[in-house]
């Protein structure tokens, strides 16, 4: 893992709150027209979120062809997006609004086409409007699959008030729905 990203040591880690499905139930898509988790986003990745332990949230995604980048491999963009929304879907147990500030990704190993990859994420803690976040990536499925994280994700996300998104309405294509989650909807 890059040696660039430091946690601030005041941070406030939240606990799981009452609204937050048990292990293993689904959480809802941000946005139904987003790439990383639209239902209603054709070329998108649609992924699919599940809470974890605590406050953990858990991800996947099958690496097609068209997300290819150097031969035979997931294209670093692609892997870049996966995280961004696994990243931001942990940020619901705040059950606030946030958008991502910063991202930085480590391609550890090589991810060839047709694996399902595992993401798992959390906060590592707040301050302020400021939400520190992590994330890694596994193999589970294919012939590449094994227990070694392929990939590691650190993001700073900033708590929003819903009118962030306001201006933008003029840009919305069709009827996009948000599902309300916590005391929050977009
Ligand atoms: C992220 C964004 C909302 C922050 O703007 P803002 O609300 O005015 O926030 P501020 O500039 O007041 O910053 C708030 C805090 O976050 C920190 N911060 C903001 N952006 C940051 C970044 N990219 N990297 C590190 N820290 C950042 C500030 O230093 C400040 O820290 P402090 O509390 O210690 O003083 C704004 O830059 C934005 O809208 N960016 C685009 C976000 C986006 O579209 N993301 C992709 C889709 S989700
Ligand atoms: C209760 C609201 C929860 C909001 C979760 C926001 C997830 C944001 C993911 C952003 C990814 C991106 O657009 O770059």
């Not at 987003?34 to 332990?53: L, N």
């Not at 031969?71 to 929304?85: N, S």
């Not at 301050?127 to 990536?137: Q, W």
């Not at 819903?162 to 989650?181: L, R």
Request: aromatic share 8%; proline share 9%; with cysteine.
């Amino acid at each position: 893992m890059s040696g660039t990203w430091t946690l601030p040591d005041d941070l406030e880690v939240p606990i799981r709150p009452d609204f937050f499905p048990a292990p293993g139930g689904d959480l809802p898509q941000h946005w139904s027209k987003c790439f990383g988790c639209g239902d209603d986003q054709p070329t998108g990745i649609a992924m699919r979120f599940t809470a974890a332990e605590g406050i953990e949230v858990a991800g996947r995604l099958t690496v097609e062809s068209r997300y290819q980048g150097g031969p035979g491999v997931i294209h670093g963009g692609i892997l870049t997006t996966a995280f961004d929304e696994t990243q931001g879907i942990a940020c619901m147990v705040l059950g606030s609004p946030v958008v991502t500030g910063h991202l930085q990704i480590d391609f550890a190993r090589p991810i060839p086409l047709g694996s399902v990859l595992e993401f798992r994420a959390r906060i590592d803690g707040t301050i302020r409007r400021k939400v520190y976040t992590s994330a890694e990536a596994r193999i589970v499925e294919g012939p590449a699959a094994s227990d070694e994280v392929v990939a590691t994700s650190r993001g700073l996300f900033l708590r929003i008030k819903p009118e962030h998104f306001t201006p933008m309405a003029e840009f919305v294509d069709g009827v996009p729905t948000m599902p309300s989650f916590g005391n929050s909807t977009l």
